[in-house]
Every structure is written in structure tokens, then in C-alpha cells.
């Protein structure tokens, strides 16, 4: 607010004073509601004061005050009007048009944009029998149990009697705390014209073991046994006078063969409670005892084995420290003494063979005595030539090393030549001859260490004769084939339901359905040859369906990662859609409510 003042002559000559007040741009209400309108502007017009004389009236000041307060209620008035002025209505056609539009868009992802991503996006997933898959895990479906058959050859016993000591032997085989998976089972031997009842691993024989009882020539206090070392037969003899009769319940003699069987079976037993309990087979399914018949002895033996495959690829190799011997007759030592056993085996494993020489062969350790801690780095896997796995079979190598090295023992240990090598091979450690040429009978000791490791690599049990452990190795094979493709079942359905947008294609749901059938196919003849075929093409088929590549990339495939994907799309997109949706529906309503 300023004020000024000023003194003007009027025209008779008297002096007026002029005071003059003004107002400028006020501001009467600090929240303003309209940055053009709010304003309120009080104008004074001035105001004059006179010196008090009598001819003068007062009027003129009144009417000046009148003035001001007419001119700020017109500058209200108008303000007034111009604040709530409606917009103008809109038409019916716009609100259609606007309406359609909107339906448009949204007719346009929900018929169009939905589909094709559901169709594009959709995780394909074959139809597996989970509940069938799972109780061949758990040991529902097939209980590895199967009789073993034993044929009894009794010529000192008519057969009335022998039927009596059969009897009374079985059922004291019943009673034994044994392993319930190995069921005994004791038949008299069917009468051949060659009187040979032999089993072989490739002859239709069924019977794992003949027990031949003879009578004692000499007088005996107690019967003896011994097994022969090239046939899978228990040899005992008896005393005459302790042959049982028919009425007789129970008899020492039986007891003795029922303990000597229990025996010759031990290994064969604790191999296969091995299988079981390294095996998904809940504990309740499994046969009781097959705990406790595991000892570490036996798990090293085992782990040293190598995986079951129908074929192998055998390797011989002749490494020289220098330019000699640069021949050797490998393929005559191999026919002489190691092909018999590779004919035995044939039922079982099939075998490809090739050789190698290599000179001026630099091992891994050079000192001229090697100790155990040095056997397991001889090997130079960097610079020798060993040949890897051909056509898918695994690899079993077998080196003979020329040089002037030895194995170095503790005092009192035996001095070996050889040493195994776990799941891969072993090696032989031989002198150099004088020759530029290595002869077959040089190569005998080598070869017949190298068939005594392939056995130990192909898991085949120590005691008995070689006929009898290739039986008990289709046995055991059958069993660890069979537990392992029902545990592979067993893993791919439990990683099915644990991840439901993994895709399953339908080569696994082939393999699934061809694996459940050779083992059905394997189930009834446990221990047997053709079972042992059947459990390694449903291993096989069960092993393809779980490591199929369309299935282990996307094991690591988290949901994170589709919000990542989706949303920068989603977001430009669907925000637009929703707000004029939300908005379209706020208009109808008032619209609505508008309507009288």
C-alpha cells in the first residue's frame, strides 16, 4: 500500500491538498484455484481532502467511496460466471466409435493374441506311468528272489532213500537263518545215456550246482567234501553208517551237506545284498539279512568293477622304454590262453579285440623301483596312445611295459609283476628279451594275468570253479540289471513330478514303455540268460529315456526367467489395454447415472 499527496491550485486561486491511494495486484486468498481468476484487485480512487471551509459541501467525498465499491463488485460478478462453465456434451456417435474400438483391441488378444501364445508356448508332456514306474522302484512290481537248483546224484542210495535225505536236507535248509532271496532247491539228477549232467553257462541246464554223494571206501568218522576246481560239483563223501533211512526226521549227514551248501553259495549271496542295498528298493522290501552280509571287502571289489555292457573292446598294447622288442606274437598267446575263457564268457559278453606297439614309450614314474603309491601314476595317459571307448562299448586295456623296472613290496610280501587298474584295465611289467621279437610263450604269464583282471573287472565272484562263478555272474548280472533300470524308472518319474513344465517327448514315453516290458519279460526267469538279455535292454532303454537332451536342458530352466521374458512385453502392452478399459467402464456408469 502506497499513498501520496499532492497540492493543487484550483482555478479561483484556492489551494486544494490531493491524497492519493492505491492498491495494486492484492492477493486475497494464498490457495488460488485458477491461476487467471484469483486474483482480486481493489481499486481506490483518490481521495481528496479539502480544508474545512463552510461554501464547500461534503458530498463529493461520499460519492468517490461509492465509486470504489461498485467497481470491485463487478470484477466478482464476472469472475463468478466465467468459473463453472460446462463442456459441451458429446455425441452418441463418438461414444461408439470409442466403445467398438476398445472392444476391438481387446476381441483382437483374447481370440487371436491368447491362442497363438498358448499354442507357440505349450511344454509337450507324453503320458508316463508314474504308478508303474514307481513300483518297480520300490520293489513292488518284482521281488528279486529266485530259486537256485541243485541236482543230487546219490548212486550208493536207492531211490526211495535218496528221496528220505533230500527231504530231510531241504528242510533243514528252510530252517536256516539265510538270506531269504537264495531259495535252495534240492532235485534228484535226471539220468542222461553219457551219465554227465554237467552244466554249462550256454546249455539249457538250469541246475547251478550237482552235489554227488559217494559212500566212504574207508571207515570214516565223519563225511568230507571237497569242490572240484574245473566243474560246478560238490563232491561228498559219507560214511555207510551214517546213511539216513526212510523214517528218519532228521540226520547229521544232512545237516552237513544243507551247511557245505550254504558255503559254496556265500559269495553269491553277499553279492547280490550288496545290489540290494546300493539300490532304490525300499528296506522294507528288501529280504531281511541283506544288511548285514555287507562287508568292505566286498564293496571295493565291486566298485572296481566295471558297468555291465554286452559288448567290450579289449586292447593290448606293448609299450618299449627303447627301439626293441618292436614285434610280438600277441595274437597266438591270445588264442592259446586267454580265448578259452573268453568262450566261456561269450553268453554272457561279447568281445572285440585289437593290438598295438609303441616305441620309445616314456612311463609316468622313471625309477627303477616302484612302489604302491607310484603304480597309480605309471600310467602316461598324456602321451600313450590308448585307445578310448570304439562304437559306444566300453574299453578294457591291457599294457605289457619292456623296461627295467620292478615292483617294490614290503619285507615278506610275494614280488608281483602286474597290478589292476579299477574299471579300466591293468598292466604287466616284463623283461626285455634279447630278441627284436617277443615270442608267445614269453607272453604267457602276461595273458593269464590278464584273464584272471578280466574276470575281477567283469565283477565275477572268487570262489568255486570258472563254470560256476560265470553262473553265478549271469545271476548276479541279472539282478544288478534289473535293479538298475528300475531305479532309473524311479528317478525319471520322481524328476516328472517334480518339475511339471519340463517337456517329456515321446521317445521317452517309448523307452518307458519298452524298458517295463523287458523287465516284465525278465521278472519271471530271474537268473537266467535270457533274463540277463531282457534286464540289459530295459536298463538300456530306461538309461536313454532319462538322459534325453530335450529333457536335461531344461532341467535348469527357472520360472524367473519366463517373468523376465514376459514382462517387458506385457508391461507397454496390457497397461494401455486395462486403463482404457477401467476408464470406458467409468464413463458408461456415469452415463448411467446421468440418465433420468
Same mark, same amino acid.
Given at each position: 500500500?502506497?499513498?501520496?499527496?499532492?497540492?493543487?491550485? #484550483?482555478?479561483?486561486?484556492?489551494?486544494?491538498?490531493?491524497?492519493?491511494?492505491?492498491?495494486?495486484?492484492?492477493?486475497?486468498?494464498?490457495?488460488?484455484?485458477?491461476?487467471?481468476?484469483? *486474483?482480486?484487485?481493489?481499486?481506490?480512487? $483518490?481521495?481528496? %481532502?479539502?480544508? *474545512?471551509?463552510?461554501?464547500?459541501?461534503?458530498?463529493?467525498?461520499?460519492?468517490?467511496?461509492?465509486?470504489?465499491?461498485?467497481?470491485?463488485?463487478?470484477?466478482?460478478?464476472?469472475?463468478?460466471?466465467?468459473?463453472?462453465?460446462?463442456?459441451?456434451?458429446?455425441?452418441?456417435?463418438?461414444?461408439?466409435?470409442?466403445?467398438?474400438?476398445?472392444?476391438?483391441?481387446?476381441?483382437?488378444?483374447?481370440?487371436?493374441?491368447?491362442?497363438?501364445?498358448?499354442?507357440?508356448?505349450?511344454?509337450?508332456?507324453?503320458?508316463?506311468?508314474?504308478?508303474?514306474?514307481?513300483?518297480?522302484?520300490?520293489?513292488?512290481?518284482?521281488?528279486?528272489?529266485?530259486?537256485?537248483?541243485?541236482?543230487?546224484?546219490?548212486?550208493?542210495?536207492?531211490?526211495?532213500?535218496?528221496?528220505?535225505?533230500? =527231504?530231510?536236507?531241504?528242510?533243514?535248509?528252510?530252517?536256516?537263518?539265510?538270506?531269504?532271496?537264495?531259495?535252495?532247491?534240492?532235485?534228484?539228477?535226471?539220468?542222461?545215456?553219457?551219465?554227465?549232467?554237467?552244466?554249462?553257462?550256454?546249455?539249457?541246464?538250469?541246475?547251478?550246482?550237482?552235489?554227488?554223494?559217494?559212500?566212504?571206501?574207508?571207515?570214516?568218522? =565223519?563225511?568230507?567234501?571237497?569242490?572240484?576246481?574245473?566243474? $560246478?560239483?560238490?563232491?561228498?563223501?559219507?560214511?555207510? /553208517?551214517?546213511?539216513?533211512? $526212510?523214517?528218519? !526226521?532228521? &540226520?547229521?549227514?544232512?545237516?552237513?551237506?544243507?551247511?557245505?551248501?550254504?558255503?559254496?553259495?556265500?559269495?553269491?549271496?553277499?553279492?547280490? &545284498?550288496?545290489?540290494?542295498?546300493?539300490?532304490? %528298493?525300499? &528296506?522294507?522290501?528288501?529280504?531281511?539279512?541283506?544288511?548285514?552280509?555287507?562287508?568292505?571287502?566286498?564293496?571295493?571289489?565291486?566298485?572296481? +568293477?566295471? !558297468?555291465? +555292457?554286452?559288448?567290450?573292446?579289449?586292447?593290448?598294447?606293448?609299450?618299449?622304454?627303447? =627301439?626293441?622288442? =618292436?614285434?610280438?606274437?600277441?595274437?597266438?598267446? /591270445?588264442?592259446?590262453?586267454? !580265448?578259452?575263457?573268453?568262450?566261456?564268457?561269450?553268453?554272457?559278453?561279447?568281445?572285440?579285440?585289437?593290438?598295438?606297439?609303441?616305441?620309445?614309450?616314456?612311463?609316468?614314474?622313471?625309477?627303477?623301483?616302484?612302489?604302491?603309491? *607310484?603304480?597309480?601314476?605309471?600310467?602316461?595317459?598324456?602321451?600313450?596312445?590308448?585307445?578310448?571307448?570304439?562304437?559306444?562299448?566300453?574299453?578294457?586295456?591291457?599294457?605289457?611295459?619292456?623296461?627295467?623296472?620292478?615292483?617294490?613290496?614290503?619285507?615278506?610280501?610275494?614280488? &608281483?609283476?602286474?597290478?589292476?587298474?579299477?574299471?579300466?584295465?591293468?598292466?604287466?611289467?616284463? +623283461?626285455?628279451?634279447?630278441?627284436?621279437?617277443?615270442?608267445?610263450?614269453?607272453?604267457?604269464?602276461?595273458?593269464?594275468?590278464?584273464?584272471?583282471?578280466?574276470?575281477?573287472?567283469?565283477?565275477?565272484?572268487?570262489?568255486?570253479?570258472?563254470?560256476?562263478?560265470?553262473?553265478?555272474?549271469?545271476?548276479? #548280472?541279472?539282478?544288478?540289471?534289473?535293479? #538298475?533300470?528300475?531305479?532309473?524308472?524311479?528317478?525319471?518319474?520322481?524328476?516328472?513330478?517334480?518339475?511339471?513344465?519340463?517337456?517329456?517327448?515321446?521317445?521317452?514315453?517309448?523307452?518307458?514303455?519298452?524298458?517295463?516290458?523287458?523287465?516284465?519279460?525278465?521278472?519271471?526267469?530271474?537268473?537266467?540268460?535270457?533274463?540277463?538279455?531282457?534286464?540289459?535292454?530295459?536298463?538300456?532303454?530306461?538309461?536313454?529315456?532319462?538322459?534325453? !537332451?530335450?529333457?536335461?536342458?531344461?532341467?535348469?530352466?527357472? *520360472?524367473?526367467?519366463?517373468?523376465?521374458?514376459?514382462?517387458?512385453?506385457?508391461?507397454?502392452?496390457?497397461?494401455?489395454?486395462?486403463?482404457?478399459?477401467?476408464?470406458?467402464?467409468?464413463?458408461?456408469?456415469?452415463?448411467?447415472?446421468?440418465?433420468?
Amino acid at each position: 500500500m502506497s499513498s501520496s499527496s499532492t497540492v493543487r491550485n #484550483r482555478r479561483d486561486g484556492s489551494a486544494i491538498l490531493e491524497v492519493e491511494s492505491t492498491a495494486a495486484s492484492a492477493t486475497m486468498n494464498t490457495n488460488q484455484h485458477d491461476e487467471n481468476d484469483n *486474483d482480486v484487485t481493489n481499486t481506490v480512487a $483518490p481521495t481528496i %481532502i479539502e480544508p *474545512d471551509q463552510p461554501d464547500q459541501p461534503s458530498s463529493s467525498s461520499t460519492t468517490t467511496a461509492t465509486t470504489t465499491t461498485t467497481t470491485t463488485t463487478t470484477t466478482t460478478t464476472a469472475k463468478t460466471k466465467t468459473k463453472f462453465r460446462p463442456p459441451p456434451p458429446e455425441q452418441e456417435s463418438h461414444i461408439l466409435r470409442r466403445s467398438l474400438i476398445i472392444a476391438s483391441f481387446w476381441l483382437l488378444v483374447l481370440c487371436l493374441g491368447v491362442p497363438i501364445w498358448w499354442k507357440t508356448t505349450t511344454i509337450y508332456r507324453a503320458n508316463l506311468p508314474l504308478s508303474q514306474m514307481m513300483n518297480w522302484a520300490d520293489g513292488n512290481a518284482c521281488s528279486p528272489v529266485f530259486p537256485i537248483r541243485v541236482a543230487v546224484e546219490a548212486p550208493g542210495l536207492n531211490e526211495q532213500e535218496a528221496q528220505g535225505l533230500i =527231504s530231510v536236507t531241504q528242510h533243514a535248509l528252510d530252517t536256516m537263518p539265510d538270506f531269504p532271496g537264495h531259495r535252495l532247491r534240492l532235485e534228484v539228477a535226471s539220468p542222461s545215456p553219457s551219465g554227465d549232467v554237467l552244466p554249462t553257462p550256454n546249455s539249457d541246464n538250469n541246475n547251478a550246482l550237482i552235489l554227488r554223494l559217494t559212500p566212504s571206501d574207508t571207515a570214516a568218522p =565223519s563225511p568230507a567234501s571237497s569242490l572240484h576246481a574245473h566243474s $560246478p560239483v560238490l563232491e561228498i563223501t559219507y560214511p555207510p /553208517i551214517s546213511k539216513p533211512t $526212510p523214517e528218519t !526226521k532228521s &540226520s547229521g549227514l544232512a545237516t552237513y551237506i544243507a551247511a557245505q551248501l550254504r558255503e559254496a553259495f556265500a559269495e553269491e549271496q553277499a553279492i547280490m &545284498s550288496y545290489f540290494l542295498a546300493t539300490s532304490t %528298493i525300499s &528296506s522294507d522290501q528288501q529280504p531281511q539279512g541283506a544288511q548285514q552280509r555287507i562287508d568292505e571287502s566286498l564293496s571295493k571289489r565291486m566298485t572296481r +568293477s566295471m !558297468k555291465y +555292457s554286452g559288448t567290450y573292446h579289449l586292447t593290448f598294447s606293448l609299450f618299449t622304454s627303447d =627301439s626293441a622288442p =618292436s614285434s610280438w606274437d600277441i595274437e597266438s598267446a /591270445i588264442d592259446q590262453y586267454m !580265448k578259452p575263457v573268453l568262450d566261456m564268457l561269450r553268453p554272457i559278453h561279447n568281445f572285440t579285440i585289437d593290438t598295438q606297439v609303441q616305441l620309445y614309450a616314456i612311463p609316468g614314474v622313471q625309477s627303477q623301483v616302484l612302489t604302491k603309491e *607310484d603304480l597309480s601314476s605309471f600310467i602316461n595317459a598324456a602321451e600313450w596312445p590308448l585307445s578310448p571307448s570304439i562304437g559306444g562299448a566300453p574299453t578294457i586295456n591291457f599294457i605289457v611295459f619292456m623296461g627295467n623296472q620292478t615292483i617294490g613290496l614290503n619285507p615278506g610280501e610275494e614280488t &608281483s609283476q602286474s597290478w589292476l587298474v579299477p574299471q579300466w584295465g591293468s598292466v604287466y611289467l616284463l +623283461s626285455p628279451p634279447a630278441a627284436d621279437h617277443v615270442p608267445s610263450e614269453s607272453l604267457k604269464h602276461p595273458i593269464l594275468a590278464f584273464a584272471s583282471h578280466l574276470l575281477s573287472l567283469l565283477g565275477t565272484p572268487q570262489s568255486g570253479s570258472l563254470p560256476m562263478r560265470l553262473s553265478t555272474l549271469t545271476r548276479v #548280472r541279472s539282478v544288478d540289471m534289473l535293479l #538298475r533300470a528300475s531305479s532309473s524308472l524311479g528317478s525319471l518319474a520322481r524328476l516328472s513330478q517334480a518339475l511339471p513344465s519340463i517337456s517329456i517327448p515321446p521317445s521317452v514315453a517309448d523307452g518307458v514303455a519298452k524298458s517295463i516290458r523287458h523287465l516284465e519279460l525278465a521278472c519271471p526267469k530271474l537268473g537266467s540268460t535270457e533274463s540277463l538279455e531282457h534286464a540289459r535292454i530295459a536298463e538300456t532303454e530306461a538309461e536313454r529315456a532319462f538322459f534325453e !537332451k530335450s529333457m536335461v536342458g531344461q532341467l535348469y530352466f527357472p *520360472d524367473e526367467h519366463k517373468v523376465a521374458v514376459y514382462l517387458p512385453l506385457l508391461g507397454p502392452v496390457g497397461v494401455p489395454l486395462v486403463m482404457g478399459l477401467i476408464t470406458e467402464f467409468k464413463a458408461w456408469k456415469a452415463r448411467g447415472h446421468n440418465v433420468p
